[in-house]
């Protein structure tokens, strides 16, 4: 492993390296059999359809008990670093944005600031407790969070937040910790924060969201779901439903490979954020999605959904996908693999960071994600060289876990 000062340099390149070589240059290391094309964002359809132009909002659902009509397509600001692309989303219908202190290190919550100025009372906003160097820990003193959320209040330049999430929940103890719920108390009364949510992708999912429903904390819970992936969330949703907890969809586009996989024609590969999102959408208990919105192209596709019900050929290019990435794909909230790693590698969190370059054109974001790891566990996924993956053997998915993670140590280390 390199010295902290080569990390840093690593890190302080990343951006440069991304926007200059893009994500094909990166690919003598590839152990996939699908590529990305360097030219354009990951995500977006190689050829779009001149029907999607000006698409905009077209079904709006209530959020819980908060009182909100959210629209059913919503603006995640992972990423975000302009806020341009914010304004002619809500100029589209979108009124629901998640954005956090640590996106595009506390850039996403400044290009939002921006963008909602004068608007301000036509959206809803959803932020973390979080600063701009990630997580807070459960012990946070309340103080502290309450001086975050004081500083997401700053930069988003809002005397208030419609919702607050307790991040990335992976346990009981972190979900009902009693410093978030005191610091959440009090910034309800000042009438800085008005709802509290929590959002997991991680192995305890079922656990947090079940014991965060019937705890009758939480007014909105967000979760990574999509096609084919954790059945048992529908029984959490019919029960968030019930007490009216509103439930937002995350993660709706499963590894977003759709751009990189052969045996996908452009047509479909165009359609396929479409069929994911009318798929989601045709849950009753789903109020909304929230997925990455980086790019103006972005909108036209993604809204072309909006409002839209899936028919036969969405759920037959679903199917299609599937199977295409089911060995590539890492699920959020399985972590079977976990226990079995002699090294404590937190497999799930480094091939999310993988994504995050390869797919969601987040190179910058995925690079400093996983300099923090290395900075909180002491090491990183180099300690896979050599090893005898006894992971493999315990991934449902028969995913070839070493090599990825092999690759993803060489790939966001940026050596050469």
Not at 36 to 50: E, F, G, R, W
Not at 173 to 191: I, V, W
Not at 347 to 367: H, P, S
Request: charged share 25%; proline share 5%.
């Amino acid at each position: 492993m390199g010295s902290e000062t080569d990390r840093r340099g690593f890190l302080k390149r990343a951006g440069a390296l991304a926007g200059v070589a893009g994500v094909g240059s990166i690919f003598k290391y590839s152990t996939q059999w699908f590529l990305v094309s360097p030219d354009k964002p990951p995500t977006l359809s190689d050829k779009p359809d001149a029907a999607w132009k000006g698409a905009t909002v077209a079904g709006y659902n209530q959020l819980g008990r908060t009182g909100w009509k959210m629209s059913d397509i919503s603006f995640g600001a992972g990423g975000l670093r302009d806020a341009d692309v914010v304004r002619l989303a809500i100029d589209r219908g979108i009124n629901y944005i998640d954005t956090s202190p640590d996106y595009s290190d506390s850039e996403s919550e400044r290009a939002v600031g921006e963008a909602i100025t004068g608007k301000r009372d036509k959206l809803f906003i959803a932020s973390k407790f979080c600063s701009p160097d990630g997580h807070l820990d459960k012990d946070t003193p309340v103080a502290k969070i309450i001086e975050a959320v004081e500083g997401s209040l700053g930069r988003l330049k809002t005397d208030y937040l419609d919702l607050c999430h307790i991040h990335a929940v992976n346990s009981l103890d972190r979900l009902m910790a009693p410093t978030f719920h005191e610091a959440f108390d009090r910034l309800k009364e000042q009438g800085k924060v008005r709802f509290l949510g929590v959002s997991s992708h991680t192995p305890e999912l079922e656990t947090v969201m079940n014991h965060a429903v019937d705890s009758d904390r939480f007014d909105v819970i967000m979760v990574a779901y999509n096609f084919k992936n954790w059945p048992d969330l529908d029984n959490i949703i019919d029960k968030a439903k019930s007490k009216n907890v509103g439930f937002v969809a995350m993660k709706t586009l499963k590894g977003a490979y759709h751009t990189t996989l052969r045996g996908f024609d452009p047509s479909e590969r165009g359609s396929f954020p479409q069929a994911a999102f009318k798929w989601v959408n045709g849950n009753p208990g789903v109020a909304g999605l929230v997925v990455t919105i980086t790019q103006p192209a972005q909108i036209d596709e993604y809204l072309y959904a909006s409002g839209k019900a899936a028919d036969a050929d969405d759920l037959a290019l679903l199917e299609k996908y599937e199977q295409l990435a089911s060995s590539e794909y890492c699920r959020p909230g399985c972590g079977e693999c976990l226990d079995s790693c002699p090294h404590d590698v937190a497999v799930n969190d480094v091939l999310r960071y993988t994504m995050y370059y390869d797919t969601y054109g987040q190179q910058r974001e995925a690079i400093r994600l996983y300099d923090r790891m290395i900075d909180e566990q002491g090491h990183g996924a180099e300690v896979c060289v050599g090893c005898s993956a006894p992971c493999e053997g315990a991934c449902p998915q028969s995913i070839p876990i070493r090599n990825k993670l092999v690759r993803a140590d060489r790939l966001l280390r940026l050596r050469s």
